[in-house]
């Protein structure tokens, strides 16, 4: 079965970088691209950027572009993505998912979010 | 970037009423259409893909189509389990932007 278990909560200052992680299990890791979404609290859902695990293609969103950077270990399964000069606009849940068929970009597996605190 | 309108931001139904949830796509996306279902603290669930498509385990009351560029999401008749916001997302160009969420509450 599909899993995606991502790493845990964290806390960070403003101007500093976060890297979470997401371990894909239960089907072949090359054969899927991930998505990475966020959530700030009580906000609607944001699509941040995806990573084709055969090559590590990217793609991100234009408003995170120069912040943001996904990357893979095909070694372990597990992708990564990173954001760095953190702001407290960014603290929010943060959610791989893959494909639930394909990778069209339509998303039926989640992970089950790793909260990202910006603070002072 | 295309922009996806969603309609209305909140909605209040009893449960057995049928109700429709809109999203507007700003350019063509064909069926390119997803809809995800989100409780508190929850990731969000997958409903529906390529505009229509249940998906498996999904009840039958939930269904989704398409005219133009406006997507329906329908629930024919609410259960105690539906109430939840509803997202709808595009995947045919970069971003894969989603709506900006409909919270179904209970009257």
């Known amino acids: 079965q599909v899993h995606l278990e991502q790493s845990g909560a964290e806390v960070k200052k403003p101007g500093a970088s976060v890297k979470v992680s997401c371990k894909a299990s239960g089907y072949t890791f090359s054969n899927y691209h991930l998505f990475w979404v966020r959530q700030a609290p009580g906000q609607g859902l944001e699509w941040m950027g995806m990573i084709n695990p055969v090559g590590g293609d990217t793609h991100y969103a234009q408003s995170l572009q120069g912040r943001v950077t996904m990357t893979r270990d095909t070694s372990t399964s597990t992708v990564y993505m990173e954001l760095s000069s953190l702001r407290s606009e960014d603290t929010a849940v943060y959610y791989c998912?893959?494909?639930?068929?394909?990778?069209?970009?339509?998303?039926?597996?989640w992970g089950q979010g790793t909260l990202v605190t910006v603070s002072s | 970037d295309i922009q996806m309108t969603q309609s209305p931001s909140s909605l209040s139904a009893s449960v057995g009423d049928r109700v429709t949830i809109t999203c507007r796509a700003s350019q063509g996306i064909f069926s390119w259409l997803a809809w995800y279902q989100q409780k508190p603290g929850k990731a969000p669930k997958f409903l529906i893909y390529g505009t229509s498509i249940l998906q498996s385990g999904v009840p039958s009351r939930f269904s989704g189509s398409r005219s133009g560029t406006d997507f329906t999401l329908t629930i024919s008749s609410l259960q105690p389990e539906d109430f939840a916001t509803y997202y709808c997302q595009q995947y045919n160009t970069y971003p894969y932007i989603f709506g900006q969420g409909t919270k179904l509450e209970i009257k």
């Open positions: 998912a893959r494909g639930a068929y394909d990778s069209s970009g339509n998303l039926g597996y």
